[in-house]
Nanobody
Framework: QVQLVESGGGLVQTGGSLRLSCAASGRTFSSYAMGWFRQAPGKQREFVARIDRTGKSYADSVKGRFTISRDNAKNTVTLQMNSLKPEDTALYYC????????????WGQGTQVTVSS
């Protein structure tokens, strides 16, 4: 069983930055593909970024602006978000044990990111 707790969301102006963190419990953290997803009001949840043993991948909409990283010693995964846009406004979820780019075994409760224009 893995529990995920996100933090770091908030309100920021267009062009600003935020750093999201996800703290995970469980001894098998290092073996899991980890990722971030987001869901804007009235829209479906969408893939943002993932990291696994083979590397990192990003949605086209955030490529070059967002960076995912992990610290297996601390059981954390972070999402550095730069050059934020109003369309980045969403509830951001941390996920563990990803299969592909849509399915995950474990989900956090989400942290809200709001980008004002």
């Amino acid at each position: 069983q893995v529990q995920l707790v996100e933090s770091g969301g908030g309100l920021v102006q267009t062009g600003g930055s935020l750093r999201l963190s996800c703290a995970a419990s469980g001894r098998t953290f290092s073996s899991y593909a980890m990722g971030w997803f987001r869901q804007a009001p009235g829209k479906q949840r969408e893939f943002v970024a993932r990291i696994d043993r083979t590397g990192k991948s990003y949605a086209d909409s955030v490529k070059g602006r967002f960076t995912i990283s992990r610290d297996n010693a601390k059981n954390t995964v972070t999402l550095q978000m730069n050059s934020l846009k109003p369309e980045d406004t969403a509830l951001y979820y941390c996920a563990a044990n990803l299969v592909g780019y849509a399915v995950a075994g474990y989900w956090g409760q989400g942290t809200q990111v709001t980008v004002s224009s």
